[in-house]
Each structure stands twice: as structure tokens, then as C-alpha cells.
């Protein structure tokens, strides 16, 4: 007795739907997600339209930092003390930094713990910068906010989500600026910076204590673009999870 034969249905091969198995890409997620499209433009030009954007915004950017040098010391003539315009607008955008990590905190309370601690790390740079106002209490009177500051954002920490989101924030985008300027103010500026260990060989006699401080300020004032620029995408996400919500876009873009 012969088996009835299946009809094969003839016709373009359908891709299959969006499954734990078989995930959506999380761009065309996003892009058909709503209120994502704004966002992230569908379309491979737009996409490299919007790359090259990008790269010309980070070149303006960075063209700060030979500008507030050149202020501090061709304009007001001061070279580069505590109150000059280099350090302020490294005090500025790490307060912007602050602000802007607590406030993708506030809207995303999955990733509250993670983003709370690496605002309260921020704001140990920020308290550490303004270490010549504590000096006003006493010499050295900075290390004790920074302490409180680092004690109770790591006990706020330990009461909220912190390892899944964090490592979600590692495969991010934000992560890799974030990262590179951490590296330039916490590394390269004290290396490449340092009088002692380069430019006093290099300019012998020539040396001038002006210049180790400009190369050195003028790297840290880089970094903490690089930072800023990071927290700037860090809001973004938090805000492109929140409107994504519990759909395809926020579970693969967000956990």
C-alpha cells in the first residue's frame, strides 16, 4: 500500500521567523522596532553616511584640546594651573559623564547596579581633579570623599544587577571609547608626560616644566573626550532599551 506523497509547495524560500534558536539581527530589530527607526536609518548608505558623520564629529572634538592649550597659553598666558581651561573642561565633562551614566541608570533599573558603580568611579576622577579645592580643608583632604564616594556606590552596587550587565556593556560600542580613553588618561598621559622619564633627555637643556604639563594635560583633556563620548552613547542605549522594552530589540540588544 503506497504512502500518500506530500505536495511540495514551489515558490521562494521565506526566511524563517525571529526565535531564541534563530535570533533577529539586532540592527533590523531596532530598525523595525518603534520609534527605533530615528535612531538607526536602515539602508547600507545611510549607514556608512552615518560612520563618516561620526568620524568628522570626533575630529571636531578632538580639536578642542590644541584650542584650550593654545588659550592657556598664547591667550591668558598662565600655562596650565589648576583653574586654567584645560582642567576645567576635564572637570566638565566628567561631571557631564557623571550626569549622564546615573541618568541611564534611572532609566534602565536592569543595569542600575553596573551603571551606578561606574558613575561612582567617575566621580572619584571628578573628586581627584578637584583635589587643589580640598586642599583649602587640608592637604590631602580629597582622598576621603573619593573613598566615600567609591564605598557607596560599590555597597549600591552589590544590592542591584551588575554582572549581566556589565558584561552586555562590554560588547558594546560605548565600552570600546570608554575604554580607549581610560587608557589615554590613566596610562599614555603619565607615560608620554612624564618629564623625567622622556622629555628631560629629549630637550636636554631646553627643558621647561611648561611643556611636560601641556603634552601631559593636553593627553588627559583627549581621554576624557573619548570618555564623554562614551557616556553620550551610554544615555543613547539606555534610551534605545527603553522604548525597545521586552520585544526582540530589547532582549538582544540589552539582555
Not at 547596579?113 to 568611579?121: E, Q
Not at 583632604?141 to 552586555?168: C, N, Q
Request: glycine share 10%; charged share 15%; proline share 6%.
Amino acid at each position: 500500500m503506497s504512502m500518500p506523497q506530500r505536495e511540495v509547495q514551489e515558490g521562494p524560500v521565506q526566511a524563517p521567523l525571529s526565535s531564541p534558536q534563530n535570533p533577529e539581527p539586532v540592527s533590523e530589530t531596532l530598525r523595525r522596532g518603534k520609534g527605533a527607526l530615528r535612531l538607526f536609518p536602515a539602508g547600507e548608505s545611510t549607514s556608512i553616511s552615518w560612520a563618516l558623520m561620526e568620524g568628522v564629529a570626533l575630529s571636531l572634538v578632538v580639536a578642542i584640546v590644541p584650542f584650550a592649550l593654545y588659550l592657556d597659553f598664547a591667550v591668558i598666558g598662565h600655562g596650565v594651573p589648576d583653574a586654567s581651561v584645560t582642567e576645567t573642561l576635564q572637570e566638565l565633562i566628567l561631571l557631564a559623564v557623571v550626569g549622564s551614566v546615573l541618568y541611564a541608570g534611572y532609566r534602565r533599573p536592569e543595569e542600575r547596579g553596573f551603571l551606578v558603580l561606574a558613575a561612582g568611579l567617575f566621580g572619584c576622577m571628578l573628586l581627584r581633579e578637584l583635589d587643589y579645592l580640598f586642599d583649602y580643608i587640608w592637604q590631602g583632604f580629597w582622598v576621603w570623599p573619593v573613598l566615600l564616594t567609591f564605598v557607596a556606590a560599590t555597597l549600591f552596587a552589590r544590592k542591584h544587577p551588575f554582572l549581566v550587565p556589565f558584561r552586555l556593556y562590554l560588547q558594546s560600542k560605548p565600552y570600546l571609547f570608554t575604554l580607549f580613553g581610560l587608557i589615554t588618561v590613566i596610562i599614555f598621559s603619565r607615560l608620554f608626560g612624564s618629564g623625567n622619564v622622556l622629555w628631560e633627555d629629549l630637550m636636554g637643556p631646553n627643558y621647561s616644566h611648561e611643556y611636560k604639563s601641556a603634552i601631559q594635560e593636553g593627553l588627559e583633556l583627549f581621554g576624557y573626550l573619548f570618555i564623554g563620548y562614551g557616556a553620550m552613547l551610554t544615555l543613547l542605549r539606555s534610551r534605545i532599551c527603553a522604548r525597545a522594552g521586552d520585544g526582540d530589540a530589547g532582549r538582544n540588544l540589552c539582555g
